[in-house]
């Protein structure tokens, strides 16, 4: 890219993040009792393997702590009631640097801190309506990467984005041309087959199926929340919807821009722009060779994210590789920069360790496969800092196998026992190759292990202990895994959590739990709501409905177009498999989820409305036309993927939603959201548990305060699941 031209991209860009000064944090000065149960997850290990920041919510609150890795010294570190999301310390120990969402909101900003508390500031995040999130470190911590999403400018003003050649097409982007065809979802395509291919309608029939009422304002789309980590975080790298070319907005507007730059926390240096684009889904820098040519960017819309080498000097692509959805730290540069390593599904169902050969410009010459299970995705990646070896973690039918491998010689992995079922983070710990995990299990609260080389894994002993997971008397509940077949003959997952005290074979009341995404996966971990409702004598079975990862590729796409209908009968299947199976009463069954699940909630008690007794929709879609109008910009350019576009569907989008189906409701509906949910904005909700009302039905909302999309604070989730439980106690007649 030309001098001038990148002058003017970057002009065309709002000012470049500043640091702002903040009071000092707590530091070590400030240890407040713990609570008996809490979670601690998101480690980082400084630079020496001795020290580790991570996040904890013993305060009600998840904060920045830093605790020894094998000793009980904890300090919290940040004492700010903000939520913080993400941690990362740097590589020369000098810093900490954090997310966190003010107010519990959708908007977050990037903080740094000295490890003794000194030196806080915002590095990004800090205008108003603007949100950033963390990319990497370089490799000599002196400049942390940061993604800053600005809102598009106001009616009438337009921004000019300044490509290399001016007669290529105007994708938006500063670093080269998207490949041909990124604007395009896959249409209708149902990869796996079955009934309703290129129909509108799960009975055939056309956009008006159903009965129509008025359309209403509209939502998006996140993870699940627990009492511990968020996985499938909101935001400009959370999961939404697909790309419109040429980038405007969906709607034909200005679009929104994410710019991501490598920042000096001491505010010495001046702020690098690493990428930018315009009308754009996510975006961040995974990455930086250690000459800091290259850098590893992961962009595009979920279904459709890709690796990109970005050579810094210019800001031009060296090669672009897919990447599957999931953890967002996607890879490394080897030393010398000539080999990426790469968590991939490139042309593959499953993800694999790819290695990238790199020529001098970041373009690839070579392409091996350097570890891959069949059946298996490749889930979590981390590295020793000199880069020899890996650590995997793969993601085995919803529970985690890890295993180390040698990067430099052609050695055999080597496999790690695990104490728990599932590992939500990896990082390297020192120049000795220990490893800290971040592990979550059907038995525990999300805890920190610390594993020296060679050794066992041993928790850390400010992690709760397994046996204040729940209550005392009230032993948790291993689930057991299901394999339902839908209608159409397609396999699908799930794990069944069965009521204690309940006689073998005796069937029981059974809520249906329906996961975010609709990409995420459900996983055999503690999850404080299904023990609620163990608790009240209900049994739980949460499905992988079509559009679920950890099946393959193909399963993660057999709910675009159209094949959303089938996602919906997919619940109906799953109600009736535990039924025949013997499980579950038919005539107590509810059907509940929270965000997307919140969505198949809704269009679950429409489409099948004699199946269940009554349904409870978390932070869920009720209009897909009105939760494009919504949402946050980059939402709905990564949405647009997943569930069709705006403009040019709107018809199909029109018949998946649940307004226009709502005169087929039959039960009460109790609808919950966070006050600051601009991911899924509130009115979502409210429109439906108004249309249940005027048509006669029992309808409730609980607003939960200060919370977005992710319910974080202690309170409000003890709230909302006594209020859930009561709900379902109440209406399913225990």
Request: charged fraction near 25%; aromatic fraction near 6%.
């Amino acid at each position: 890219m030309a001098a001038d031209a990148r002058d003017r991209l970057i002009g065309a860009m709002s000012a470049a993040p500043v640091p702002v000064p903040l009071a000092d944090a707590a530091g070590t000065r400030d240890t407040p009792r713990p609570l008996v149960a809490h979670g601690c997850w998101y480690p980082s290990a400084d630079p020496t393997g001795e020290w580790v920041a991570f996040i904890c919510d013993r305060t009600g609150v998840p904060q920045l702590w830093t605790g020894l890795a094998d000793g009980s010294e904890i300090h919290l570190l940040d004492a700010d009631p903000d939520p913080v999301t993400e941690v990362s310390w740097s590589p020369d120990g000098r810093w900490i640097a954090y997310t966190v969402a003010p107010g519990g909101g959708e908007h977050t900003r990037v903080l740094c801190v000295r490890p003794d508390g000194t030196g806080r500031r915002i590095v990004a995040g800090a205008d108003a309506g603007s949100s950033a999130y963390l990319g990497c470190w370089t490799r000599d911590g002196s400049a942390v990467a940061v993604t800053v999403a600005e809102p598009p400018p106001p009616t009438g003003l337009t921004v000019r984005t300044v490509l290399p050649e001016p007669s290529a097409p105007d994708h938006g982007t500063a670093f080269g041309d998207l490949p041909t065809g990124w604007a395009e979802r896959d249409g209708p395509a149902t990869l796996l087959g079955g009934t309703g291919h290129g129909q509108v309608g799960p009975d055939g029939s056309g956009p008006d199926h159903g009965t129509g009422a008025p359309a209403g304002h509209g939502t998006g789309v996140a993870g699940r929340a627990t009492d511990g980590p968020v996985h499938g975080t909101a935001g400009p790298d959370g999961e939404g919807p697909g790309l419109d070319g040429g980038g405007s907005g969906l709607d034909g507007g200005a679009p929104d821009r994410l710019t991501a730059y490598l920042v000096d926390p001491s505010g010495l240096g001046t702020p690098v722009l690493v990428a930018a684009e315009s009308g754009a889904a996510t975006l961040r820098v995974c990455d930086v060779s250690q000459d800091g040519r290259l850098a590893l960017v992961r962009r595009g819309p979920r279904g459709r994210r890709e690796a990109v080498v970005v050579r810094t000097a210019d800001l031009a692509t060296g090669s672009v590789l897919r990447v599957g959805d999931g953890d967002p730290w996607i890879g490394r540069f080897s030393q010398d920069g000539r080999t990426l390593w790469l968590r991939s599904d490139h042309e593959r169902q499953f993800a694999a360790l790819l290695a990238a050969t790199l020529d001098e410009d970041g373009g690839r010459v070579g392409l091996s496969v350097v570890a891959e299970r069949e059946g298996s995705d490749l889930e979590l990646l981390a590295f020793a800092e000199d880069g020899r070896t890996a650590a995997l973690a793969w993601n085995v039918r919803g529970a985690s196998e890890l295993e180390t491998l040698s990067l430099s010689m052609a050695a055999r992995p080597r496999r790690v026992p695990l104490p728990h079922e599932v590992v939500t983070r990896i990082t390297r710990a020192g120049p000795a190759g220990g490893t800290v995990l971040a592990l979550s299990g059907s038995q525990r609260r999300p805890g920190v292990w610390w594993a020296p080389p060679g050794g066992l894994s041993a928790r850390t002993p400010w992690s709760s202990r397994d046996e204040d997971a729940v209550p005392p008397g009230r032993p948790p509940v291993r689930p057991v895994p299901l394999r339902p077949t839908a209608r159409d003959g397609v396999r699908l997952g799930g794990w069944y959590y069965r009521a204690p005290g309940r006689d073998a074979g005796r069937p029981g009341p059974c809520v249906i739990h329906l996961h975010g995404g609709p990409e995420e996966q459900e996983r055999p971990v503690f999850d404080p709501l299904y023990h609620e409702l163990l608790g009240r004598g209900l049994d739980v079975f949460a499905p992988d409905v079509r559009g679920s990862s950890g099946w393959g590729r193909s399963f993660v796409d057999a709910d675009l177009g159209t094949g959303r209908f089938a996602a919906i009968d997919d619940v109906a299947d799953c109600a009736a498999h535990v039924v025949l199976d013997g499980l579950a009463d038919p005539t107590r069954l509810a059907v509940m989820g929270r965000s997307y699940g919140g969505y198949l909630t809704m269009a679950s008690l429409v489409w099948h409305p004699e199946l269940f007794r009554t349904g409870v929709a978390v932070c869920g879609m009720s209009d897909l036309s009105t939760f494009f109008a919504g949402t946050e910009p980059w939402i709905a350019e990564s949405a647009a993927h997943k569930y069709g576009h705006p403009v040019r569907d709107r018809e199909l989008l029109r018949a998946l939603s649940p307004m226009n189906r709502v005169d087929a409701l039959r039960v009460p509906l109790l609808a919950v959201h966070g006050e600051h949910d601009t991911n899924v904005p509130p009115g979502e909700s409210e429109q439906m548990v108004r249309a249940a009302r005027e048509r006669g039905l029992p309808a409730e909302m609980l607003t939960l305060r200060d919370e977005g999309h992710e319910f974080r604070r202690a309170d409000n989730r003890r709230l909302f699941r006594r209020t859930a439980a009561d709900w379902m106690q109440r209406h399913l007649g225990l």
